[in-house]
Structure formats: structure tokens, C-alpha cells
């Protein structure tokens, strides 16, 4: 059974920093690009960031770039965001994704087939 599961949640300060992680069990996911989405109350689920299965091309959403930073240990089967001078609209359940599709690289959620259970990270003003 697949199973992608988020860690490094939490209640911060504006300004502050946050590394997500998603450890990932059941398969390897070493040959499909992994993402992150996330979700504020009463919107979309909204891209963040995506990494091919090598980690050599990264995509991120415009609102994004400069701040946040995708990366993949395929060895550990885990992907990371680090979040950098978050902001209050950064509030939000953050989900991890596998790509659906070996090698392809999407910044749709439907193009992912596996997510996690998603983590809240709260940022105050």
C-alpha cells in the first residue's frame, strides 16, 4: 500500500522558516516527479512546486519563486519544501504528490496519482 505522509507542520511567525517533509513507503517513486500543493479554507488546491525524478528541473508557482525550495533524496524515498520568509497568506494544509506518469512533470493535480494526508502550517502576523 502506498502510503506519502507530510511532517514539519506547525504554528510560525511571519518572517519565519519551515522545512516540510514527505516520506513516502509502499513504492519507489525515483522515476516520476513528486510536488507540492497546497489549500487554504474555502479555496482551490493550489501548486507550489513540482521536481523531475533526477531533481535537475524544478517548477514553481510565480507567487512562490525566491521563497521556496523543492528537493528530492530519492536513497530516503523523500521530498522536502523548505519555506522561507513565510506570510500570513502562506497559511494552509500543504500536500506532497507523486506524479501519476513515470517522467513526466505537471503542475496539475491531476497529473498526480499518490497523495499525502496533508500537514497545516499556520503563519501569524
Known amino acids: 500500500q502506498v502510503q506519502l505522509v507530510e511532517s514539519g507542520g506547525g504554528l510560525v511567525q511571519a518572517g519565519d522558516s519551515l522545512r516540510l517533509s514527505c516520506a513516502a513507503s509502499g513504492r519507489t517513486f525515483d522515476t516520476y516527479a513528486v510536488g507540492w500543493f497546497r489549500q487554504a479554507p474555502g479555496k482551490e488546491r493550489e501548486f507550489i512546486a513540482t521536481i523531475t525524478w533526477s531533481g535537475s528541473t524544478r517548477r514553481y508557482a510565480d507567487s512562490m519563486k525566491g521563497r521556496f525550495t523543492i528537493s528530492r533524496d530519492n536513497a530516503k524515498n523523500t521530498w522536502y519544501l523548505q519555506m522561507n520568509s513565510l506570510k500570513p497568506e502562506d497559511t494552509a494544509v500543504y500536500y506532497c504528490?507523486?506524479?501519476?506518469?513515470?517522467?513526466?512533470?505537471?503542475?496539475?493535480?491531476?497529473?498526480?496519482?499518490?497523495w499525502g494526508q496533508g500537514t497545516q502550517v499556520t503563519v501569524s502576523s
Open positions: 504528490a507523486a506524479g501519476r506518469t513515470p517522467y513526466m512533470i505537471s503542475s496539475s493535480p491531476e497529473n498526480y496519482g499518490s
